[in-house]
């Protein structure tokens, strides 16, 4: 289906969970989130039903897996094997247990994972998720991700002023070293966030690079010595006029736009036992109403997974 603007909506991102093993700065405060209670957290089945709705009533081409952290939800392989069988299904993680998951994601249907990574000093990384990470676990997961064909893997930074702006050149020869790309990410200044925005200029600035293509969100550029990276720069525009997503959040929330606005609650619909012929016209309806573009700002990144 397309929007009022002509963008085909064919791509959603399913929030599986409030819960997350790391308290990144950019993310949630350090002591935490107030957790959703559990019965407002949708059901495996009810995330599958919901997905499977949506689906019928957009013809999804892609699902993409986020939190919090995804792998910490439990029965998320099972939700893989079931929702893989409807369009392709991709994963958005901090890898910390990739390693222990990544074989049986790939039975399922699994067809390729994002990880983050925002720093390649230990110390930056401790003090950007706040919690006992390394690099070397880093690592692992991009190395347990490529030896079980979860492929491209495709690695995030949230470039973060006084904290990382100052590694990008060595973050884009790393990642390119270790057989992937590197995508630096503009901080959205969302609700809960603790950094100072770093601009896609800026960015430039630090790494020097020529532009070659747009690869979905991100623009895609090539350095002196033939290495490429992306910058995905919601803040900076340039992705709305060509965004082709919705979200499901973990409570059953459907969200036409990032920065939040008019939303359907899917969820409740589900549970007040709405008949799919009513959830399929209010999903269209939502679609239609699909603003062309959002202001970052006023939701918590953790809530909404990214």
Not at 71 to 87: F, M
Not at 246 to 262: I, K, N, V
Not at 270 to 279: A, F, K, Q, V, Y
């Amino acid at each position: 289906m397309r929007d009022s603007y002509g963008r085909q909506i064919d791509y959603l991102r399913v929030s599986v969970t409030d819960r997350c093993n790391l308290r990144c700065i950019y993310c949630m405060p350090e002591s935490g989130i107030p957790h959703i209670e559990h019965s407002s957290i949708l059901r495996l089945e009810e995330i599958q039903q919901l997905v499977g709705l949506i689906h019928e009533a957009l013809n999804l081409r892609k699902i993409r897996l986020t939190g919090g952290e995804p792998l910490v939800r439990k029965g998320i392989v099972s939700l893989v094997k079931t929702l893989s069988q409807l369009a392709e299904t991709a994963m958005t993680t901090n890898g910390i247990l990739l390693p222990k998951f990544a074989s049986e994601l790939q039975e399922a249907g699994l067809s390729r994972v994002n990880i983050s990574i925002d720093s390649l000093k230990n110390d930056v990384i401790r003090r950007v998720t706040r919690r006992d990470v390394t690099l070397g676990m880093v690592e692992s997961a991009i190395q347990a991700a490529k030896e079980n064909d979860l492929n491209p893997v495709k690695l995030n930074c949230v470039v973060l002023k006084g904290v990382n702006s100052g590694e990008l050149a060595d973050l884009i020869t790393w990642a390119h070293n270790m057989g992937t790309v590197m995508r630096f990410i503009e901080h959205m200044p969302m609700t809960d966030s603790q950094c100072d925005h770093v601009p896609r200029d800026r960015i430039l600035e630090e790494v020097p690079a020529e532009f070659i293509a747009t690869e979905g969100t991100a623009d895609m550029y090539m350095t002196p010595s033939g290495i490429k990276f992306g910058i995905i720069a919601p803040v900076a525009g340039g992705m709305c006029a060509n965004c082709t997503r919705l979200r499901l959040t973990a409570e059953g929330e459907l969200l036409p736009c990032l920065a939040g606005g008019e939303s359907l609650n899917l969820g409740k619909m589900l549970r007040s036992g709405n008949s799919s012929t009513e959830m399929i016209s209010a999903v269209h309806a939502l679609v239609a109403k699909k603003p062309h573009h959002g202001a970052c700002g006023g939701v918590s990144m953790w809530r909404i997974g990214g």
